[in-house]
DNA sequence: ATCACAAAAACAATCGATTGCAATCACGTT
DNA sequence: AACGTGATTGCAATCGATTGTTTTTGTGAT
C-alpha cells in the first residue's frame, strides 16, 4: 500500500535503480531504451512513485528549495515580488523550487538565525526583502555557500546582487507631483530608517524640492513603524510645523491611511487643505472614499529580475549585475 | 574554508562520527561524556559546522519543515493564522520547523499538485488553510502519509482534524446586531461558494434573522471573488431589491470596503441609510474615516490549535479533535 | 587480583537517489 | 569471422547524518 521506493520499483521490474533514475529524469532520460523508459514511467505512476528530494538533495546538493526572507508578510507589495519572484525563477524549470518562507519582523539579529536555518536546509538559494545594514555580513557570509540576492532593500557598498525599485526617483517624482501642483511648502513622513528605501525616497524627494524651489519643513517626520497608526501620529508633528505644509509625501501607503484619518479628524479637507501622496499602491488605495494618489511600485519588474538574478548565479553565470526599476506615479483624488 | 561535515570534525577531533552526532545532538547528548560533548560543541561551534537538514531528513525520515496550503497570502487573515500556527507548532521545541508555502489561489486542482510537492519534500505534517470540496479526496489521500490538518475552512464529512472559526455564531452575531439596531430588513453579500466558511455564516445570519422576524431579501448575494471590487459590483443588487435592505452583512471585510465606496458613490450616509458589518477585522478596519464594524476572527485561538494539533498527530497522540473558536464581534461605526 | 557492571566510544548499516565507470549487446564493416 | 561502435544497462560508490549493536574503558565491590 505504501508508495514504492525506486528499489522497489526495481525489484518489481527486474532493472536496476539507476535505470529507473535515469528514466525518470528529464535530462538523463535519452540514456534509456525507449521502450524501457515508457514501460518505467508507467508502472512509476501506476504505483504512485514519489520520489524522495531528501534523498535527491542529499546526493545532488540542490534541495529544489529557495529561501526567501521577508520582513513582514502582511505587506502585500514584498508579498507581490515574492510571487513573481517564484513564477520568474520557476518559468520553464523542469525541477521548479519551493520557497521557505521566514520573517525578520525586523527585528535586529533575526535574519542571522533565519539565514542559518536556510544554509542548514541546504536552499538552493537565498533571496532577501529584509535586509538591513545590521544583516550585512550575514548575508556576504551566506553569498560564499549559496547564491544570495536582494531585492526592494539593498545596502551601501554591497558585492551582493539586487533588484531595487529606484526610490531615489520615487521620491522625485512625488516633489515634481506636488511643485506642478503649485505647493509651496510641504514635508514627508519618513518610515524607520533601517532600511535603504526610506532614505531614498527621502534624498529624491528633497533634491527635487529643492530644485522646484519648494519649502521642505525642515524636519522629516519619522515614524517608528510604517504603519498607518505610526502615520496618524506623525500627524501632530506636521501640524506643529511652521510654516504649515500644504502637502505630504508618505513614504508608504499605510503611514498615508493613518494620516487621512488623522487628517479627516482635525476637520481639514483632502485635498484642498492637506494633499498627500502615498508609496506603493496597495489595493486599499484605489478603494479608499478618496482613492489615494500613489507611487505604484514596481512589483513585477524586481520580483522577475530578481527571479533572472538568481537564475544566473544558479547557473554559474558572473553577469549578474544589479538593477533598478523606476515606479510610476498613480494620480487619484488625494491631490 | 569550507564548513566542515561530521566527518571531518569527526577527523579533526579524533572521535567517531557517532559520537559527534550525539554530541550535537539534544536528547541524546547525555551519552557522550561531558568534557567530550564540551570539546566537540566547542569545535564544532568554531570551526562553523552546519549541520546537513537533507542528510538529518533522509535518515530520520523528518524534514524539520512544514507544508503550509493557503489559498491567498495578500489575505491578513491567513497571514496572521499562519503567525499563530508556526508559533505555537515550534513553541517550545529544540527543532524548529521552517514552513514551505505554496498559494492555491483557490484554483481548482492546484492543491493536488502542490501536496505532492510538500510529499516530496518529506514534509513532516501539512496544514491547509485552502481546503475546497474538490481537494476533499487528495487531502485525505497525503493524511495516510503525514498529519494533515486543516485550518479556517472544513470539509463537509471529513475524517480530518481541524482548527475553525465558528462561523454559523459569526453569522448570528451580525443578525443579532442588526436586530439590536431595529433593522427590519436586511441583506448579505456572501463570498464564493468553494469553502465552507461562507455558506455557514449564511445560515448562522439566516437562522437568526427567521428568530428575530426580520426579512432577510430572499435571494443572497453571491460575489464571484470576495474582493472590494466584487463588493462594489454587488452593491447594484442590493439596490434592486425590494422591499430595499437598511442593513448589509459583508462576508469579509475586502467585500465590506467595496460596499462603503458604492454606497457612497451613490449618496447614501452610513450607517443611517444603509448599516454595514463585515467579517475578519482586517487592519484597515479600524484606520477608515468610518470605522467598520465587523467580526473579528479568532486568528490566534485558530492558529495555536492547529499547531497543537499537528504536535499530537506527530506524537501520534489519537485525541485529535476537530474544535470552533468563536469570533467576536467589533462595533464601531458602521452600524 | 578478579569480576560485574555501567559508562563511553567505536563500528557499521542505513535512509533513497544519483552518477562515473564498467559490462553487455546488437549491428554494421571489412 | 573478427572488430569497432554506439546504445543500453548494471555495478558500486557516494552524499552526510543517525542509530542499533558491539567493543573498550573505567569503577567499585568482593
Redesign the interface.
Known amino acids: 500500500m505504501r508508495?514504492p521506493s525506486m528499489k522497489e520499483l526495481a525489484l518489481r521490474l527486474g532493472v536496476d535503480r539507476s535505470t529507473i533514475s535515469r528514466a525518470l529524469s528529464e535530462d538523463k532520460g535519452h540514456l534509456v531504451a525507449p521502450e524501457t523508459r515508457d514501460r518505467i514511467r508507467e508502472i512509476a505512476m501506476s504505483e504512485g512513485y514519489?520520489?524522495?528530494?531528501?534523498?535527491a538533495?542529499?546526493r545532488r546538493g540542490r534541495?529544489?528549495?529557495v529561501g526567501v526572507l521577508v520582513p513582514d508578510?502582511?505587506n502585500?507589495t514584498f508579498?507581490?515580488v515574492?510571487?513573481a519572484f517564484m513564477a520568474s525563477l520557476n518559468a520553464g524549470q523542469s525541477k521548479?523550487a519551493?520557497?521557505?518562507?521566514?520573517?525578520t519582523l525586523d527585528q535586529p539579529g533575526a535574519a542571522g538565525q533565519l539565514i542559518?536555518?536556510?544554509?542548514?536546509?541546504?536552499v538552493d538559494a537565498i533571496i532577501s526583502l529584509a535586509s538591513t545594514e545590521a544583516d550585512k555580513s550575514i548575508l556576504e557570509d551566506a553569498a560564499r555557500?549559496v547564491p544570495v540576492v536582494l531585492a526592494i532593500r539593498s545596502l551601501a557598498a554591497l558585492s551582493l546582487p539586487s533588484a531595487l525599485c529606484d526610490d531615489h526617483i520615487g521620491g522625485a517624482i512625488v516633489a515634481g507631483h506636488f511643485a506642478e501642483r503649485g505647493h509651496k511648502v510641504v514635508c514627508q513622513v519618513q518610515g524607520p530608517a533601517l532600511a535603504t528605501t526610506f532614505n531614498n525616497r527621502a534624498t529624491g524627494f528633497t533634491r527635487v524640492c529643492a530644485e522646484k524651489g519648494m519649502h521642505e519643513i525642515s524636519q522629516a517626520i519619522y515614524t517608528g513603524q510604517a504603519t498607518?497608526?505610526a502615520g496618524?501620529k506623525a500627524f501632530d508633528a506636521v501640524l506643529a510645523a511652521s510654516p504649515r505644509p500644504t502637502a505630504i509625501f508618505a513614504h508608504n501607503d499605510a503611514i498615508a491611511?493613518?494620516l487621512?484619518?488623522a487628517i479627516?479628524l482635525h476637520g481639514l479637507r483632502i485635498p484642498e487643505d492637506m494633499a498627500l501622496v502615498g508609496f506603493n499602491d496597495i489595493?486599499?488605495a484605489q478603494?479608499?472614499?478618496t482613492p489615494l494618489t500613489t507611487v505604484a511600485y514596481p512589483v513585477a519588474a524586481v520580483g522577475d529580475y530578481a527571479g533572472v538574478l538568481v537564475k544566473r548565479l544558479i547557473a554559474g553565470d558572473s553577469h549578474a549585475e544589479s538593477r533598478s526599476f523606476a515606479p510610476e506615479l498613480v494620480i487619484r483624488r488625494t491631490t
Open positions: 508508495r514519489r520520489p524522495d528530494l531528501t534523498a538533495a542529499l534541495s529544489q528549495t508578510l502582511e502585500e508579498i507581490n515574492i510571487r521548479p519551493t520557497p521557505l518562507i521566514a520573517e542559518e536555518t536556510f544554509l542548514s536546509h541546504r555557500d498607518s497608526s496618524r491611511l493613518g487621512i484619518e479627516r489595493r486599499i478603494v479608499l472614499a
